[in-house]
């Protein structure tokens, strides 16, 4: 599990794909894919076959990659015991306006979810 600091450290280093991800959930929900879409944030390989690829890690920096998928992908693979999707869909439309993240850190796996307003505002985009 990470820590507090290491929790404030995540956050800081996702904040610049913060818009992206905010943009992709909203996709996902858009197409009616999952009303719960979920990002798996992870530097180990083992998390890598969760979701499909949505930011790779720089090498060098040893940061973060991100995977989108959604909560009924980690039940079919076992990530959540079926027992527990009810209480996680709770947890998950309790903490609305938030990036779900399952975060894989030293073997350990934490759902965590991040207020989507740190993305700052929507970017306008002319045709």
Not at 14 to 36: E, G
Not at 98 to 123: K, M, R, S, Y
Request: with cysteine.
């Amino acid at each position: 599990m990470l820590s507090e600091k290491g929790l404030h450290g995540l956050k800081k280093q996702l904040h610049p794909y913060l818009l992206l991800l905010v943009k992709t959930a909203n996709s996902i929900r858009d197409q009616d894919i999952s009303n719960y879409p979920v990002f798996v944030v992870y530097q180990e390989e083992e998390a890598a076959g969760l979701g499909i690829p949505v930011v790779a890690a720089e090498a060098p920096t040893k940061g973060w990659s991100i995977n989108a998928s959604t909560l009924e992908e980690l039940a079919a693979k076992k990530v959540v015991a079926m027992e527990n999707v009810e209480r996680f869909s709770s947890v998950y439309k309790t903490n609305e306006g938030a990036i779900c993240c399952l975060v894989w850190h030293e073997g350990n796996a934490q759902f965590v979810f991040i207020p989507a307003t740190d993305a700052g505002p929507a970017e306008v985009v002319a045709d």
